[in-house]
Each structure stands twice: as structure tokens, then as C-alpha cells.
């Protein structure tokens, strides 16, 4: 019960779940030249890169979990693949050393007066903002949502309390349906949606169940996937392993006591169908972080409105945001975060010097497709949804190479490059072929 009260939070993406380190509870005035709120992927990398340019001292983190999650390895963890423990390490050892860490959850961002207001009524001041608090988890907006995880056969890779209710489901599989969903909201990792649909039609072809398995996978969306030549790619393994794509249906109430799930049809308003599973795997409705859309900071829907160039804030020049908490027009994903860094890095740099930023984000994203446990389909693209590929092959091709990268040496990067502010940059994953992994 406590772990679905979590879920109900609607906790923020990033992800840090709040021993020695320098920390923070008093209630009391700070003030800092750099403030970065959150401690997921974007606040921890931005935190050491300003810890270098403008020494610990004068940066300050407010995050409140004590545990961070590298949540793209996520998929593999619903799968068997990976454990979750190899997926978290404590918020403390990740946190630059010197840096200031306030354990403590953002309540209020005034950036008229430029404080930041916690939850335990600590007001910070700041010369200069970062936010990087992620987006919002609404499993709540299913009906049956999220109490129904309670019950077996239900899990989702989208949350640390649910991921494992994944494996549960797929290990306990005997015949029926395998349902997964996409909801009509954006989304972090777009990609991970069906990618836990490929694998477990790898694993119930391994443990010889598929013959009795009918895998479905109802999107929202009117395709696949949003750029055109991987979705062909992902459109022909479709066909060859016998899986069912239902395009523009929703989720909008789960009957987990009667193994029940019942989307819309958004194109037909009012039509609905219900689904009978043995399997439902669910990924949330997600928003903006709360927070920032209670704020001056948000655009008309609530994401953090900086200019998608140069990643500064359109209205106060003093504001700046990386990752999924902002209204950049690209997918959201960690491979982003690397790339937004070294732009905003550049940025900031330029505006502490009364200079106007000189580098232009092009919108780099990357979704590695996990189409079964041993090969991945790089999809790497910019703003315009051109395909902006680092290797000298065809990634649109299934490849066992791109899953070992996926599985092993990406985790890697993580926790000792981007996380320390060394790995990122236009095309993170090049950082791989000055690796020599070619």
C-alpha cells in the first residue's frame, strides 16, 4: 500500500528517489550563484558541470530522494534481463562532492523575485536557475489506477514499484493476451513502450508459450513510431513475429479483479473496447512537472518554456532547463539530456560572460528499440524527425552490437561520464567510437 501511495504522487521522472554529503534541512535563508532543482539525469550532469565552472560552493541541488535510477535500463529490468538494484545507487554518491544538496522537495518557483521556496519552508535565492525536474507519472488518470497493481498479472516499466510487477506478469504468463499501452499524452522514451513488447514475444518463444499467446499493442498514436524509416523497420519485424498493432486506441480504465482493460477509440468518440489479458503492461499518462506549470516559468500547457536553440528561458534570461520538464519539440529521453548538457553548459558560460549563447541545439534524441534480448534498432533523429545516425551502418537494421551498447556500455557512460558533466555533446553516442567501439 505504501508503494501505490507513491504512485498516486505522481512523482517526478529524472529520476532521484531523496550519507554524509554536504546537505541541507534548516529553515532558513540560502543563497546560491547557481541553483539547480532536481537529481535526476539533467540536474545531476548540469551540477558537476557548474561545480567546475563556478566551484562547488556555489551550487546548490534541491532534491529530495535518497535513491537515483538510471530508468533506461528499465526495459531489460521488466523483462528478466537486468535487476533493478543494478539500476539504482544512492543520490549521495552521485551528488558532486562539495556541492551543496538540499534535501528537500521544490513547493514554490518565484522567479520575479528569483527564490525557490521547499517543502519544509526553506527559501532559497539564486543568481542563476536550472530546472530539471522532470515530468509527471499519472497512473491515476486510468480508472482502476493505480490500487489495480495490487492485484497479479499488471506491471509497468515506467515506475520503480512496478517494474517488477512486469517480470511477475511475463514470468507467470500461460495463454491469453499480452496487452500493452501508449498513452494519448507526450512521454519520456517514447520507444519503451513496445519495446517490452518485442521482448516478450522473445521470452515466451524461449520458454515455449507463444504458440498460445496473441500480443497486442494498442497506441494512441496513428503509427508505430514517429519517424518513418525506423517504423518501417519496426513494421516488418511486426509481421514476422505475428503481433498485433492497434493504432488510436487509449487507456482508459483497467478492471484488474476481472483481468479487464478497456481503451477508447480517439477516433470514434465514445466507442470503446474491452480487452480481456493474461498480461497488461501500462505506461502512464505523463504531464508537466507540477511545480514549474504552477509557476511563471510554464508555457500555455505547463512545460518549462525555454528557447530550443540554447535552452535559456524565453522571459527571464537568468532561468535555464534541460530534460523532459521542458517544452523542447524533440523526444524525451536520456540521450537528449546528454546532448542538451554540453549545449547549456556552453550557454551559461556565455551569459555569465554578458555574451549571447553561440551554440544551437539541434534537437538530438535517441531511442535504442530493444526488439529481443540480444539486438536493438539505434534510432538516433533531430527536430524535423531526420535520422542523425552516429555509425557507419544502416541503423535501422536489427543489431547485436547496438544491444550490448544498449545493455552494457551505456549504463557505464551514465554513471561515471554524464553524471560526473564528461559525457555528452551534439552526438553523444560518437563519445563511443573515440571509445573504439566501432
Not at 512521454?187 to 507463444?210: E, F, N, S, W
Not at 544498449?406 to 559525457?423: E, I, N, Q, T
Amino acid at each position: 500500500m505504501a508503494a501505490l501511495r507513491r504512485l498516486r504522487q505522481c512523482h517526478p521522472t529524472g529520476i532521484a528517489l531523496s550519507k554524509f554529503h554536504t546537505s541541507s534541512h534548516a529553515s532558513a535563508k540560502q543563497h546560491y550563484k547557481m541553483l539547480v532543482l532536481g537529481g535526476g539525469s539533467g540536474g545531476i550532469t548540469m551540477s558537476a558541470r557548474m561545480k567546475r565552472m563556478l566551484g562547488a560552493g556555489n551550487v546548490a541541488v534541491v532534491e529530495p530522494s535518497e535513491m537515483h535510477y538510471y530508468q533506461p535500463i528499465w526495459t531489460l529490468v521488466g523483462a528478466g534481463a537486468k535487476t533493478l538494484t543494478s539500476s539504482g545507487r544512492s543520490t549521495a554518491s552521485v551528488m558532486p562532492s562539495g556541492v551543496k544538496w538540499v534535501k528537500s522537495k521544490v513547493q514554490e518557483i518565484n522567479p520575479d523575485k528569483n527564490t525557490v521556496l521547499t517543502d519544509d519552508g526553506t527559501e532559497i535565492s539564486y543568481d542563476y536557475l536550472i530546472v530539471a525536474l522532470g515530468l509527471q507519472l499519472h497512473f491515476d488518470k486510468i480508472k482502476g489506477l493505480p490500487e489495480g497493481f495490487e492485484h497479479p498479472k499488471i506491471g509497468s516499466n515506467y515506475s520503480v514499484e512496478t517494474v517488477g510487477k512486469t517480470w511477475k506478469a511475463l514470468q507467470d504468463f500461460k495463454e491469453g493476451n499480452a496487452v500493452f499501452t501508449f498513452p494519448n499524452t507526450p512521454v519520456k522514451c517514447a520507444g519503451a513502450p513496445q519495446k517490452i513488447m518485442y521482448l516478450t514475444d522473445a521470452y515466451l518463444r524461449k520458454t515455449g508459450k507463444r504458440a498460445k499467446a496473441n500480443i497486442i499493442y494498442n497506441t494512441s498514436l496513428p503509427v508505430l513510431f514517429g519517424i518513418k524509416k525506423y517504423a518501417d523497420s519496426l513494421w516488418d519485424i511486426v509481421k514476422q513475429r505475428d503481433l498485433q498493432i492497434n493504432v488510436r486506441q487509449n487507456l482508459i480504465e483497467v478492471r484488474a479483479d476481472k483481468q479487464e482493460a478497456v481503451f477508447e477509440n480517439l477516433d470514434k468518440p465514445g466507442e470503446t473496447k474491452v480487452f480481456q489479458y493474461e498480461m497488461l503492461h501500462v505506461t502512464p499518462p505523463m504531464g508537466p512537472n507540477l511545480v514549474v506549470k504552477g509557476s511563471q516559468l510554464a508555457d500555455e500547457v505547463g512545460w518549462l518554456d525555454v528557447n530550443k536553440d540554447n535552452l535559456q528561458h524565453k522571459k527571464y534570461p537568468n532561468v535555464f532547463g534541460i530534460g523532459d520538464c521542458t517544452n523542447l519539440p524533440t523526444a524525451k529521453t536520456g540521450a537528449a539530456v546528454a546532448a542538451q548538457s554540453a549545449i547549456l553548459n556552453r550557454t551559461i558560460s556565455r551569459v555569465l560572460k554578458n555574451e549571447k549563447p553561440d551554440r544551437t541545439y539541434d534537437g538530438y534524441t535517441s531511442c535504442p528499440l530493444v526488439t529481443s534480448y540480444n539486438t536493438v534498432i539505434l534510432a538516433e533523429f533531430d527536430y524535423n524527425g531526420q535520422p542523425l545516425e552516429t555509425f557507419p551502418v544502416n541503423q535501422a537494421k536489427e543489431s547485436r552490437i547496438m544491444y550490448h551498447m544498449k545493455a552494457d556500455v551505456m549504463p557505464h557512460l551514465y554513471w561515471h561520464g554524464l553524471l560526473r558533466g564528461f559525457w555528452g555533446g551534439p552526438a553523444p553516442y560518437r563519445k563511443i567510437l573515440h571509445l573504439g567501439m566501432k
